[in-house]
Every structure is written in C-alpha cells, then in structure tokens.
C-alpha cells in the first residue's frame, strides 16, 4: 500500500495541481495519474536518466502497464550535461516515432535535471501536452515545482525554457534512500534556501537537524521536503511567472548560475554553486549593514557540509560577464536577491559591479570570514 505523507496544492486556479509526498508512491502510480485526470488512449513517454531508469523505471511502468496506460521509455544520460538542445531533440524524436499526441503525457523520473528537460519537451512537443513530474533527488522538491523547465545554453544556465506546469507532483521518498550524498547534500542546499529567504525558524531548523538530514532520517527528511515544497508553492502561487516575488527563490543564482557555466556544467553540482552563491549573497547584506549574517549563514551552509568558497583558479571577470547574462539582469544592472536578515531577503538592482568583484576575491580560496 502506499503511504501519503502528505499532500500540498500549488494553487494556480483551474491550473491547480497536488504534490504528494509518500512511500511506495512509485508502485501506486497509475492510482495517482488518474486521480488527476491523466488519459489512458494515447501513449506515455516516461523520460529517466542512466542512473533512475535501473532503479526505478520498471516498478513506473509495471504499475501505469498494469492499470491499463501504454508507455514507451526514453533514458538519457545522467547529468547536467544533458539538459542541452541536442538531448532534447533527441527526446523529440523518440516523441514523434513513438506516436505522443495531444492527450499524451510525459513524466519526468528523476532529478532536476530530467524534470527541467522533459518538461521542456511536454512544454513545446505540439505546443505543450501534459507533463506529470516523478521526482527521485531531494533537490527536485525545488525543481519538480513550479513549471520552470528549461535546457542550458553553452554560455548560460537555463536560456531556453517555458513555464510550463505539471498535472502532478509525485514524490515517492523511498526513491531518496539510493541517492550518492554528494547529491544528499546539493539537495539540502535549496532546502535551506527556502528558509533562508521565507522562513527563519526552518533556516534555523535545517542547520540543527543536518546531521539527521545528511543522514536520510526518515522523519526529518519528511518534514524538510513538506517545508520546502510548501514554501515553493506558497511563493509560485502568488507569482508564477517571476513578474516579482518569484525571483527570491533565486537566492545565491546569480552568482550560482554563473559559477556552473564557467566551471562547465557538471563541475558544481546545482546545489553546490547556489551554496556559494548564498554565501556571497549573504556577504552582500552585511556589505548593506545586516551585522552578522555571513557567520550566520555559513555556519547552516556547513552543518549540511555544502561548499562556501570559490577555487582560486576561476575566472572572475567570466563571472562577472555571465551574471549579465542572467534572466534577473535588465536595463544594464545586475540583480542580486540580498538577505536582510535570515528568512527574509530583498530584490536589489542596486548592487555596483565593484562590490560583487570584492566579493568573489573574498570567496576564493578562503575558509573563513571575519
Ligand atoms: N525548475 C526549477 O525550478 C529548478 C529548481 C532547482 C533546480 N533546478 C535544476 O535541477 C537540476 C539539478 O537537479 P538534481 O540535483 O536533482 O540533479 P540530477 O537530476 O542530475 O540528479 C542528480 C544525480 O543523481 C542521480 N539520481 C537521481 N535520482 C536518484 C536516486 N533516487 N538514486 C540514485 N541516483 C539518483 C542522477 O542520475 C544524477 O546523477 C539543475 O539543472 C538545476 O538547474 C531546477
Ligand atoms: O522556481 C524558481 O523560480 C527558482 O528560481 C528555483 C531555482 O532553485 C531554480 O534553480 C530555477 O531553475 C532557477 O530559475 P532561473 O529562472 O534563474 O533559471
Ligand atoms: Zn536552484
């Protein structure tokens, strides 16, 4: 029998969807689907990567099999590098050959990075068709919500992309128990994000728990992935497509996009680039006179054991040029989400180039600030 832990709604009106935290989800799938409305008569495509589709595809597809969906699979290989315009057309088409139309489907099990790329597909294949995201890292309780889904371009993060919502958001946490702790620990890192800007007493919760976290605590695990997906929806709710508000999930991006780019996609994980990407933010709001806040932050950063620094050798002045290419950068200025202290942060456009070059020198190499 599967398990609901819990079940949130992302509210979008008639475009409102559940996201449902469980166990033995996976096994259960096809109850799901339906209850969210999802077509049997035309074919599914199930998009997974070389490290899930082992895991994790056959028990998918028997239960969506045994209820009655047809399904055809398409694996990619794992990582970042595959959200690129080459394996998407690719997906088009394994899409196309496999006969999807518009009632058809596709359900992304993964990470992020298969969520973000074949929603991608869902949200351009005939002009859009239903997606349902399955994620299986703890990272996706950020990515799996909100509709973002995008590829990368060689000189920036997530250029070509729609909004695009799913159906559903099914959450099976038994899938958590196989992932390396390297990537455990890039997916805390956006969970401590949505405390750091919305919620202090979850900030200050992820620090103190982090040795449960780190170490898949069930309980832990399933109050941190409601928290983070609550936060998430509550914030896509209210803005969903970043006119405003929506931007402050992008703490630490401006910086975090830049590092992944530079370094070449692959070489930070997500989460890891966005720690050091909150590290700087939070260097920046003392700069703007929040006293305190980078040993503050620092010190949840490390209890979950996620990186704080930049390597020596990386080129600041190729940071520097692909923070102007971020989405947030307009009218010549670069925006910065900037804490004004934990669990609230502001949008400045504000920031003078000089100050983020201190800040990246500051970062490099160094343990410790005073
Ligand atoms: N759309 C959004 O709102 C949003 C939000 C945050 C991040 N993102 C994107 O998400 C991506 C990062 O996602 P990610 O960290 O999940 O990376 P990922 O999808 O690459 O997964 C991390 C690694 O873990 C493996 N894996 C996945 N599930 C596993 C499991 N259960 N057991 C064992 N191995 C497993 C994958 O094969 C991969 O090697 C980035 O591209 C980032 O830009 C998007
Ligand atoms: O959902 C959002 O909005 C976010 O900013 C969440 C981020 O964690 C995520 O990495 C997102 O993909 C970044 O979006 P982008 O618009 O900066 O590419
Ligand atoms: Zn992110």
């Known amino acids: 029998?599967?398990?609901?832990?819990?079940?949130?709604?992302?509210?979008?009106?008639?475009?409102?969807?559940?996201?449902?935290?469980?166990?033995?989800?996976?096994?259960?799938?096809?109850?799901?689907?339906?209850?969210?409305?999802?077509?049997?008569?035309?074919?599914?495509?199930?998009?997974?990567?070389?490290?899930?589709?082992?895991?994790?595809?056959?028990?998918?597809?028997?239960s969506l099999k045994n209820d009655g969906y047809r399904t055809v699979s398409a694996v990619v290989p794992a990582g970042e590098q595959s959200k690129s315009l080459d394996v998407y057309n690719d997906l088009i088409t394994q899409a196309i050959e496999a006969g999807l139309d518009r009632s058809s489907t596709i359900l992304a099990l993964g990470g992020g990075v298969v969520g973000d790329l074949a929603g991608f597909v869902a949200g351009t294949y005939m002009r859009g068709i239903r997606f349902v995201q399955v994620p299986t890292t703890i990272l996706a309780h950020d990515s799996s919500v909100g509709g973002k889904v995008a590829v990368n371009h060689p000189l920036a993060k997530n250029m070509i992309g729609v909004f695009h919502q799913p159906e559903l958001v099914l959450y099976d946490v038994d899938t958590l128990k196989s992932l390396p702790p390297r990537e455990v620990r890039a997916g805390l890192s956006e969970m401590v994000k949505h405390g750091l800007i919305w919620d202090k007493e979850f900030a200050y919760w992820c620090r103190d728990n982090a040795e449960h976290l780190l170490a898949l605590d069930a309980a832990a695990l399933a109050h941190g992935l409601e928290k983070g997906c609550g936060i998430k929806a509550q914030?896509?709710?209210?803005?969903?497509?970043?006119?405003?508000?929506?931007?402050?999930?992008?703490?630490?991006?401006?910086?975090?996009?830049?590092?992944?780019?530079?370094?070449?996609?692959?070489?930070?994980?997500?989460?890891?680039?966005?720690?050091?990407?909150?590290?700087?933010?939070?260097?920046?709001?003392?700069?703007?006179?929040?006293?305190?806040?980078?040993?503050?932050?620092?010190?949840?950063?490390?209890?979950?054991?996620?990186?704080?620094?930049?390597?020596?050798?990386?080129?600041s002045e190729a940071l520097m040029t692909a923070m102007q290419r971020d989405k947030k950068f307009r009218e010549g200025k670069m925006v910065f989400i900037v804490p004004l202290g934990i669990g609230s942060v502001e949008i400045a456009n504000d920031v003078d180039a000089d100050t983020v070059r201190t800040i990246i020198e500051r970062l490099k190499g160094r343990e410790e600030q005073s």
């Open 235 to 315: 914030i896509v709710s209210r803005d969903e497509r970043e006119n405003d508000l929506r931007a402050i999930l992008n703490l630490g991006h401006t910086l975090g996009h830049a590092i992944e780019a530079v370094a070449g996609y692959g070489q930070f994980l997500h989460g890891e680039a966005i720690s050091v990407g909150m590290a700087a933010a939070a260097l920046l709001g003392e700069e703007r006179g929040v006293a305190g806040l980078y040993a503050e932050t620092v010190s949840m950063l490390k209890a979950l054991e996620l990186p704080v620094t930049l390597p020596e050798d990386i080129d």
């Open 1 to 62: 029998m599967a398990a609901t832990l819990k079940t949130l709604t992302v509210e979008l009106g008639e475009r409102s969807y559940p996201i449902v935290i469980g166990e033995n989800l996976l096994a259960n799938a096809a109850a799901y689907l339906r209850k969210a409305s999802v077509p049997d008569k035309s074919p599914l495509m199930i998009v997974s990567d070389e490290n899930t589709a082992p895991l994790y595809l056959q028990q998918l597809e028997t």
